[in-house]
């Protein structure tokens, strides 16, 4: 099994940043890309960006020149920088882990993001 564990959210103005970290626990050995993902209310959950064990990544268009994706493997964490954030930002954002050959999926709890305008 494998624990993710997102922080960082939090309330903040339109044009703000905030920083998130997805630390993993448990049976880590075999997790390949780690992402983030979010979900608007009312609306489905969506691709944020991922990052590859290598350090390879990969982000929506909607994000792309604002957020950064980046690992630490000593600390088998993950971070989402977030700049320029727009109201529109506003969701909550979940770690996801992609374990094994088969890529099977495990989740966070999610961390809740509020951008005012």
């Known amino acids: 099994q494998v624990r993710l564990v997102e922080s960082g959210g939090g309330l903040v103005q339109a044009g703000g940043s905030l920083r998130l970290s997805c630390a993993a626990s448990?049976?880590?050995?075999?997790?390949?890309?780690m992402g983030w993902y979010r979900q608007a209310p009312g609306k489905q959950r969506e691709f944020v960006a991922t990052?590859?064990?290598?350090?390879?990544?990969n982000y929506a268009d909607s994000v792309v020149g604002r957020f950064t994706i980046s690992r630490d493997n000593a600390l088998n964490t993950v971070y989402l920088q977030m700049n320029s954030l727009k109201p529109e930002d506003t969701a909550v954002y979940y770690c996801?882990?992609?374990?094994?050959?088969?890529?099977?999926?495990?989740w966070g709890q999610g961390t809740q993001v509020t951008v005012s305008s």
């Open positions: 448990g049976s880590i050995f075999s997790i390949n890309s």
């Open positions: 990052i590859t064990k290598d350090g390879s990544t």
């Open positions: 996801r882990g992609d374990k094994g050959t088969w890529y099977i999926p495990y």
